[in-house]
């Protein structure tokens, strides 16, 4: 494994240990060049892949990019880090299970509200705003209605 800081290859496993319920492994790393530590994690992959953007252009799956749009609608709200890698990693092994190579990134999105829904009311609105393109503040309103949400 490469060091982010000086990019040696020369780096020790210091800590494994389980981590996502069992679905990774999450590794402790002392690089031996520079000394520095930090943290790898390694995950089943069932499947390479491919995402069809609403352009039509097609790209590789990125599971840290689907963390961070998850991780910006949860900016500042009380969640526990590990409830969300709980989330992606259930998200990431429905979409390899599914058995497709190519996923749309509607579908993609589809799938975060749904588990956003279920984990946090203000990340669901702040995610759906983006995901559906809202351009005024009474599409906040209708999504709110529409959904039923504070009920």
Do not use: W
């Not at 590990?82 to 497709?100: A, K, N, P, Q, Y």
Request: hydrophobic share 35%; proline share 1%.
């Amino acid at each position: 494994m490469r060091c982010p800081y000086c990019s040696s290859e020369d780096t020790q496993v210091k800590d494994s240990r389980g981590a996502e319920d069992g679905a990774a492994i999450r590794r402790r790393r002392q690089c031996q060049s520079c000394g520095q530590r930090f943290t790898t994690f390694e995950r089943v992959q069932l499947r390479e892949l491919n995402v069809i953007k609403r352009s039509g252009r097609r790209v590789r799956f990125d599971r840290e990019k689907l963390m961070r749009s998850v991780s910006m609608a949860l900016q500042k709200r009380p969640m526990d880090r590990d409830r969300v890698e709980h989330m992606i990693s259930s998200i990431v092994r429905r979409l390899e299970s599914e058995g497709d190579v190519e996923v749309k990134s509607k579908h993609i999105g589809k799938l975060v509200m749904e588990a956003l829904a279920n984990l946090d009311q203000v990340a669901y609105v702040r995610y759906a705003s983006v995901y559906r393109d809202f351009n005024e503040t009474k599409d906040f309103a209708e999504f709110i209605a529409e959904e039923k949400l504070g009920e």
